[in-house]
C-alpha cells in the first residue's frame, strides 16, 4: 500500500516561493530514498532533487541555490521549498521512490510560474 500524494502546487509569480508536499504512507519516507521530478509540457521527465535516509540530499544544477528538499519524519512527508521561481520551473511536479527495483510515484501537483 505505498501511496505518495503530492500538494501544494498553483500559480506563482516570477521570484516566489512555493512549498510542495509529498505525503508518504506504506513506508518510512525516513527509511527511504525519496525523490522529486517534473515535467514541463512537450519535454520528457527531469529529476529535481532526492533526499537520502541520511538526509543528504543532491539537486539537478538548474535549481542548485533555489530549492531545498526536506522532510519531516513525525508527519512522514518529504518538501519541496521552490524559492526565486522562474518561468522554467513550471510543470507537473512527482515525488517518486524505488522499492525493490518498482517505481513508485504520486498523482503530481501543478506549478505555474508566471512572468
Known amino acids: 500500500q505505498v501511496q505518495l500524494v503530492e500538494s501544494g502546487g498553483g500559480l506563482v509569480q516570477a521570484g516566489g516561493s512555493l512549498r510542495l508536499s509529498c505525503a508518504v504512507s506504506?513506508?518510512?519516507?525516513?527509511?527511504?530514498?525519496i525523490n522529486w521530478y517534473r515535467q514541463a509540457p512537450g519535454k520528457q521527465r527531469e529529476w529535481v532533487a532526492t533526499i537520502y535516509s541520511s538526509s543528504s540530499a543532491p539537486y539537478t544544477d538548474s535549481v542548485k541555490g533555489r530549492f531545498t528538499i526536506s522532510r519531516d519524519d513525525a508527519e512522514n512527508t518529504v518538501y519541496l521549498q521552490m524559492s526565486s521561481l522562474k518561468p522554467e520551473d513550471t510543470a507537473v511536479y512527482y515525488c517518486n521512490t524505488i522499492i525493490r527495483f518498482r517505481d513508485y510515484w504520486g498523482q503530481g501537483t501543478q506549478v505555474t510560474v508566471s512572468s
Open positions: 506504506g513506508i518510512s519516507a525516513s527509511a527511504n530514498t
